[in-house]
Nanobody
Framework: QVMLVESGGGLVQAGESLRLSCAAP????????MGWYRQTPGKQRELVAT???????VYGEFVEGRFTISRDYAKNTVHLQMNSLKPEDTAVYYCNLRRTENDYWGQGTQVVVSS
């Protein structure tokens, strides 16, 4: 079992920012792709952003330059900086670690953006 510890969710107003963080086990962090996905009731989980161990990033189309994913190797943590949040960004955000085709998930952190 791989434990991913998420933090940083909360309630904000439209246009404001939030920073999500996810701590991963050191033995896996440096060799794994890290990412964030989100899910709302009745919908499939969707990609928000991923970052490889070499720093290559992929973002969901809806991000439109508002979010930035980064990784801190000193703290074995991946961050998601979310700016210019919109009400449609309201969702549960899940941290993901992918290693050799195996996916591991955090417990999820709620983000609510009010209009």
């Amino acid at each position: 079992q791989v434990m991913l510890v998420e933090s940083g969710g909360g309630l904000v107003q439209a246009g404001e920012s939030l920073r999500l963080s996810c701590a991963a086990p050191a033995r896996l962090f440096s060799v794994s792709r890290m990412g964030w996905y989100r899910q709302t009731p009745g919908k499939q989980r969707e990609l928000v952003a991923t970052i490889t161990r070499l720093g290559a990033t992929v973002y969901g189309e809806f991000v439109e330059g508002r979010f930035t994913i980064s990784r801190d190797y000193a703290k074995n943590t991946v961050h998601l900086q979310m700016n210019s949040l919109k009400p449609e960004d309201t969702a549960v955000y899940y941290c993901n670690l992918r290693r050799t085709e195996n996916d591991y998930w955090g417990q999820g952190t709620q983000v609510v953006v009010s209009s």
